[in-house]
């Protein structure tokens, strides 16, 4: 049997063959732009993990949001607890956030927290409430997406004067995707930063206690800390290694609460048996912290090993040379210093250039050689 077509039904095939053509083409246009918009929204997710800075994710979620959406310009606000709303970052031509930097900022961002949603804004020259802000400032549509609506920190994502067209609600959907993992990146990251905090502001203040134990001791495991990180700056130490310097200079003479005030604080030089106890220090500092985990390693050999001699005569073991940790070594030195710079019961403290000598003098037998050369170099250095 075989079958011939009109002329009419072949021109309608051929009309149907070319609509499912266009259809196909505009499809595979969509996919297109779904796998870039997916691509661009892992690599986002891949990006933040493990980011513990908040600016850093900011930067992220507003270079993810120019590179997925064509606008003039994006920024990201955010309300600490206790505080006002601040532009964090924005990513726009010099200046062009100008009006979020005023009273509208903030009114967008509380709306926005309040609603718990993102929203979007087209034609605002005519919209009844923000016709005023917009001629200001020459802004003719926006989106705006809240992070966080029920964290401590506080945040939203703004883009505004896109392109070409008028925002769409898969925009606003693309903005809240990214807006929901910059998010709660960034409620960890606040997070964290407030829990190291509270803990650094706890050995400071330990610090500060055992300094208060004598009047001859005032402010000085922070000034030695202030030395330490001086002389590791100066030697181009990591910024993890920075972190154990501080906590380790602040530390290294916790010990000194088992002392008794009586030595502590004496009006003139101690005796053998003031001495041999004195000496005793750094052991219990070490006994006090060894059971924090985190204080293992560089920070618990700093407070055990600060008055350790590279010649073998320091104590509490006589180590020599590079059996003496870089932490022991590098401690000695800021200490050093402090001890000869600052006032003793029964002399006054040595000018700084004197003390400086004096580390020269020592360098390679009291001190490590190359440690007392460098904080010498690194002191004169800032003082020019
Ligand atoms: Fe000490």
Request: hydrophobic letters at 40%; a negative charge.
């Amino acid at each position: 049997m075989s079958i011939s077509l009109v002329e009419g039904d072949w021109q309608r095939l051929q009309e149907e063959l070319l609509k499912a053509q266009t259809e196909a083409r505009e499809l595979s246009l969509a996919l297109a732009d779904a796998w870039d918009e997916l691509t661009l929204l892992y690599s986002l997710a891949d990006q933040l993990r493990g980011v513990l800075d908040v600016h850093k994710v900011t930067r992220l979620m507003l270079q993810h949001a120019l590179d997925l959406l064509s606008m003039e310009g994006a920024a990201v606000l955010l309300k600490p607890p206790e505080s006002d709303w601040v532009v964090h970052l924005a990513s726009c031509p010099p200046e062009r956030d100008e009006w979020l930097r005023s009273s509208w900022g903030k009114v967008l961002a509380d709306e926005a927290i309040e609603q718990g949603k993102g929203f979007i804004l087209n034609d605002l020259f005519a919209h009844h409430r923000w016709s005023g802000v917009a001629k200001a400032f020459n802004i003719f549509n926006l989106v705006i997406v809240p992070l966080n609506p029920h964290g401590h920190m506080k945040g939203v994502l703004v883009a505004w004067n896109k392109q070409r067209g008028e925002w769409v609600s898969g925009e606003l959907k693309l903005l809240s995707t990214i807006a929901a993992q910059g998010g709660s990146v960034i409620e960890s990251a606040y997070l964290f930063q407030q829990l190291q905090e509270t803990f650094h502001g706890t050995v400071s203040a330990l610090a500060s206690a055992v300094d208060a134990k004598s009047r001859w001791t005032a402010g000085h495991s922070h000034r030695v800390t202030q030395y330490a990180l001086q002389l590791a700056n100066h030697l181009r130490f990591s910024e993890q290694e920075l972190q154990q310097v501080q906590l380790s200079g602040l530390l290294h003479d916790i010990g000194k609460v088992g002392i008794p005030d009586a030595i502590l604080d004496k009006p003139g030089p101690l005796t053998e048996e003031e001495w041999t106890t004195m000496k005793r220090h750094p052991v219990i500092g070490y006994e006090i912290l060894k059971s924090i985990r985190q204080f293992h390693g560089p920070i618990l050999e700093g407070v055990l090993h600060h008055h350790e001699r590279i010649d073998g005569k320091g104590y509490p073991f006589g180590l020599k040379g590079s059996e003496i940790p870089l932490m022991g070594r590098l401690l000695a030195v800021a200490d050093g210093f402090d001890a000869m710079t600052s006032d003793r019961p029964y002399r006054a403290g040595m000018p700084v250039e004197k003390a400086l000598q004096i580390l020269i003098e020592g360098a390679g037998s009291q001190w490590d050689k190359e440690l007392a050369l460098g904080f010498v170099a690194m002191y004169r250095e800032r003082r020019e």
